[in-house]
């Protein structure tokens, strides 16, 4: 545990000496589980993140160069960040050692007075369950879990719920307990656990994306940047944007991909079906009303410039340009008139 003895030690300076000691990194492996850290400026938002399902890591597979989920997306946001990963895949972070571990942690971290926590699905679970003893201000949750004790959520029988079974869940930090913490909370209302879960939030803002699952399409979600942008503006502000999230998720919406990667997820599912049918008909109209809204906002002069710059050497590329800039603007004189030169 060199991360504890070396705070214990580091505490023992002034803030300015604490300052001068930065940057410092490191890692520890505790049992089933994997910590790395990086302590930038004392001065910025401490970011504790948890590893969801998925990242199923060994041992053996963590080296010099290996970064828990999470992790990386902090240094780029040049925030200081302690970031646990968990190893197999059925680890639920109830570790002995682990809660030792973050019992001795939150008393070393004096010098950092805003703190963030950042976890999706099974690490969103350890946000909300260590928030009030790591002192969390703002936390960021997707896909909530909020315990696997089935006394407290007996409607949560997910196949996860029996595996976690395995572990303690009466003991201390197996149910949430957010403490001061406040922030978001962000699911598929559709998703009947999900939400079932997400109702034992409400201190946090709930954001409802309709069709974003429970993790089965974290991939496809990822594809468009949809978490990353989110957890960006999170670490950064400390709080979303309402306005522009609702309006990136309108704009994942108008994506054909995203209707035809769920009706792919919910194959299975004659009534998820029809309700995604249902959801798509809707969303075309609205493109489509969406698209007359803002096309006389829509500047296709930079589409035409680059068109008749590149025409000569490049005639089939420009025809290309062209027909998008008149998908735009379908009634634009100067777009249809170079377009039949080139035709």
């Not at 850290?37 to 401490?46: G, H, R, W």
């Not at 990963?85 to 973050?102: A, C, T, V």
């Not at 709930?206 to 979600?221: D, I, P």
Request: net charge negative.
């Amino acid at each position: 545990m060199k991360l504890l003895y070396w705070l214990d030690e580091w505490l023992t300076h002034s803030r300015s000496q604490q300052q001068a000691q930065l940057p410092m990194s490191g890692g520890d492996l505790l049992d089933d589980m994997f910590v790395k850290y990086e302590f930038v400026d004392v001065n910025k938002p401490l970011l504790f993140t948890f590893s969801p399902a998925g990242t199923n890591v060994q041992q053996h597979d963590i080296d010099e160069d290996f970064a828990p989920w999470g992790f990386h997306l902090a240094k780029k946001q040049n925030v200081n960040v302690i970031s646990f990963q968990h190893l197999g895949k059925s680890n639920w972070f109830r570790s002995r050692n682990l809660i030792f571990f973050l019992e001795q942690l939150t008393t070393l971290l004096e010098p950092f007075s805003y703190r963030l926590g950042y976890g999706l699905s099974r690490g969103g679970f350890a946000v909300g369950a260590f928030a009030n003893l790591l002192q969390l201000d703002q936390v960021l949750l997707f896909h909530p879990v909020s315990t696997k004790n089935k006394t407290i959520a007996p409607w949560d029988d997910r196949s996860s719920t029996e595996l976690a079974q395995q572990f303690d869940w009466e003991g201390d930090y197996h149910d949430l307990n957010l403490g001061k913490a406040k922030g978001y909370i962000i699911y598929d209302p559709t998703n009947n656990i999900d939400r079932l879960h997400a109702k034992r939030y409400p201190e946090l803002t709930h954001l409802r994306v309709f069709g974003m699952g429970h993790g089965t399409h974290a991939t496809y979600l990822n594809k468009f940047g949809f978490y990353k942008q989110v957890a960006v503006d999170f670490i950064r502000h400390q709080q979303l944007d309402i306005a522009q999230f609702r309006q990136q998720t309108k704009t994942l919406r108008f994506k054909e991909d995203y209707y035809q990667s769920l009706s792919k997820a919910n194959a299975y599912s004659e009534h998820r079906l029809g309700l995604l049918s249902k959801a798509h008909n809707i969303l075309i109209d609205e493109k489509e009303a969406h698209v007359q809204e803002h096309q006389a906002q829509i500047d296709v002069q930079p589409l035409i410039d680059i068109a008749l710059k590149h025409q000569d050497d490049h005639p089939q590329d420009a025809i290309q340009l062209l027909e998008m800039a008149q998908q735009l603007v379908p009634n634009d004189p100067l777009v249809e008139y170079k377009l039949r030169q080139l035709l």
